[in-house]
């Protein structure tokens, strides 16, 4: 799944097709970092034709390690907005203005399969 929408926040599309086993390339912008989790393989330089060609060509040989865990991730998101209103979820809280220090951190419990 390949995604050059520069408009797009977080659609459904890159949960659909994770879940679905498809691997996905997405620009570095807007949250999709965050989405990520700045997996460097399979989000490219927005406006970049190369970054992009060079990733996708590289996707479309063989499944991505983290195939999964954005869909995995996104299955829990209404028990994350639960804690959040019973108050027992400020980690997930992204109310205010500093909603952006968490895109750097990491996000999944990520175990990297060798080659």
Request: proline share 4%; charged share 25%; with cysteine.
């Amino acid at each position: 799944m390949f995604n050059c929408a520069l408009q797009d926040w977080v659609s459904n599309t890159v949960s659909e097709a994770d879940a679905c086993g498809a691997n996905v390339l997405y620009p570095a912008y807007r949250s999709f970092p965050e989405t990520f989790a700045n997996d460097p393989d399979r989000l490219y330089v927005p406006w970049s034709i190369d970054d992009a060609e060079n990733k996708l060509t590289n996707l479309l040989n063989k499944p991505h390690h983290n195939m999964g865990l954005i869909s995995d991730w996104n299955n829990g998101t209404i028990d994350r907005i639960v804690d959040i209103i019973e108050g027992n979820g400020e980690q997930w809280n992204r109310a205010g203005n500093r909603y952006r220090d968490h895109v750097a951190g990491s996000k999944y419990a990520v175990v990297k399969i060798e080659d």
